[in-house]
């Protein structure tokens, strides 16, 4: 460098003493912070081939809500061989799991789903509909890539606290069918949750994002069983009380009420068992409803007013009525402080660079969908509260006796909506792969600020605190109740055999 004159020479050399001074007075624990997010991000990008494969894989394996045999025995044998303890089927779900790693406080929770919708069955990569298997379940919006996301996580998490000596235990809780709302609420009613001081919930989504406030809708799932009298459809009727009859009366004194409840409502059914043949008058029928609404109370009301018309429907038809609560949860919401750290993890890591290719899949499905021609995001989207929005997800309990943070990243194609077929297109591409990277960079870089910095940890409680207000949580479900585990085994089982020719020989490996 050249001076032209001593003056100016003095004054940068000054202001480089400066720097220097100012920079060797940067707490350690600052400096450790941007060496730990080093080690977290290394290890990410090095399991990034191992994060695509497992994604790929449990996308293959297609296993609905409850029936997930594979993609747990898969996900937990990955976190054995890491050096993660392991316990299998918890609250009495089979496909549940929770995993740890390290002892005492604080206690950091991630967790996440990693089921399929049923007749979603899509190729990768083909803009067309074209099922791997006619009338199959499948990845319809990506929760293969939600689970990727949460075992790249905790590689990473485990390493920085290994290499930073960092206090604490990370729990890693595998959640199965999440389309059915089911396993959160069991999880918090039998304690698993007790012990926890911060919690993250990583979702599949198209931008990079976080979010705080009240973000999804309440609701109770209940299927109500009608039984009658069997008897000759033809020859004796009159001899036979049916239990369709009422189930179809209770679905239509429920379309009444409608007019009467309050719009914020979202109700809706299936007929779950609705006889064998039609000359037999049916014994039997079941119909499942979810009632959603903006908070748990309003759910239940909606739920008592749903079980007088079952009773009623009975008592036209001469049945008898019960129900079954499958699920109650509570709305998602998001912790400020968690979404504060996240967002400056997500600014700090930035979007994927996509490829041509990639933008070209992303433009043509949009074209063929209806959707704007927008291709991919390219932008970390900014921090916002959350605006209320009528889908659900039961990782809502957990938000509402633990401070929250939601990682949303950029697995899917922008516009295209979940459950459709044609959001099964991207979820096993390089796509899926790269957003993927992003997302378990975002989730393990917060989940260690937390575990390096006890008072972020005090700080979450405190806006927990005053966000929650006067709230008080309590658990929807009847004390008694057992998860719905028989649900969907009778659909896997007629689609398995044929799903299982596309299984994928490759097996991740993490490091
Ligand atoms: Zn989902």
């Known amino acids: ?111 996440t789903e990693y089921d399929t919708t049923p007749g979603n069955s899509q190729t990768p990569g083909v803009t067309d509909h074209k099922p791997m298997v006619e009338g199959a379940p499948g990845h319809a919006e990506g929760h293969n890539t939600n689970a990727a996301v949460m075992i790249g996580a905790a590689f990473a998490i485990k390493k920085a606290m290994d290499q930073f000596k960092l206090k604490g235990t990370l729990k890693i809780f595998g959640s199965p069918a999440e389309e059915l709302l089911i396993p959160r609420p069991y999880f918090v009613r039998d304690g698993y949750f007790k012990d926890v001081d911060i919690a993250f919930h990583d979702h599949v989504g198209e931008e990079l994002k976080t979010e705080y406030g009240v973000r999804q809708y309440a609701l109770i799932s209940a299927e109500f069983t009608f039984k009658g009298q069997t008897s000759h459809a033809a020859s004796a009727p009159w001899h036979g009380r049916d239990a369709v009859d009422a189930a179809e009366l209770m679905d239509i004194g429920f379309d009444k009420l409608r007019e009467h409840l309050e719009p914020t409502q979202r109700s809706h059914r299936v007929i779950s068992f609705g006889g064998d043949q039609p000359n037999v008058i049916p014994p039997l029928a ?46 998602t919401r998001g912790n400020k402080t968690l979404a504060e750290v996240t967002q400056k993890n997500m600014e700090l890591i930035g979007m994927p660079k996509w490829s041509e290719e990639e933008e070209a899949l992303a433009k043509e499905l949009q074209k063929k969908q209806g959707a704007p021609v927008i291709g991919l995001h390219h932008k970390v989207e900014a921090l916002r509260e959350s605006r209320q929005t009528a889908s659900s997800n039961d990782s809502g309990e957990v938000t509402w006796i633990v401070p929250t943070g939601r990682v949303s990243f950029p697995s899917n194609i922008p516009g295209i909506p979940a459950h459709h077929w044609a959001a099964g297109v991207a979820p096993a591409t390089s796509l899926a792969h790269k957003g993927a990277v992003v997302g378990a960079k975002a989730l393990a870089a917060s989940v260690v600020d937390f575990f390096a910095d006890p008072a972020l940890v005090a700080q979450a409680k405190e806006t927990f605190k005053k966000e929650i207000g006067a709230v008080q949580y309590k658990s929807f479900l009847p004390p008694d109740q057992k998860p719905p585990i028989h649900l969907n085994k009778e659909i896997m089982d007629r689609y398995r055999p044929a799903l299982e020719k596309f299984y994928m020989k490759e097996k991740p490996d993490f490091k």
């Open 1 to 111: 460098m050249f001076f032209t004159n001593r003056k100016t020479a003095l004054r940068l050399a000054a202001l480089l003493s400066l720097a220097v001074w100012i920079l060797g007075a940067v707490p350690a624990a600052a400096q450790n912070l941007s060496a730990q997010k080093e080690v977290v991000f290394k290890s990410v990008d090095e399991n990034a081939k191992a994060i695509a494969l497992l994604g790929d894989n449990i996308f293959y394996f297609a296993e609905l809500g409850m029936q997930e045999f594979e993609t747990s025995k898969l996900m937990t044998g990955i976190l054995e061989k890491g050096g993660f303890k392991v316990e299998r089927g918890i609250s009495g779900m089979p496909t549940a799991f929770m995993a740890t790693y390290g002892s005492g406080a604080p206690v950091i929770a991630i967790h």
């Open 286 to 331: 079941k119909i499942w409803w979810f009632f959603r609404e903006t908070t748990i109370e309003r759910a239940q009301a909606n739920f008592d007013k749903a079980k007088k018309i079952a009773e009623g429907a009975a008592l036209m038809t001469g049945t008898q009525w019960s129900f079954q609560v499958f699920s109650a949860i509570w709305p």
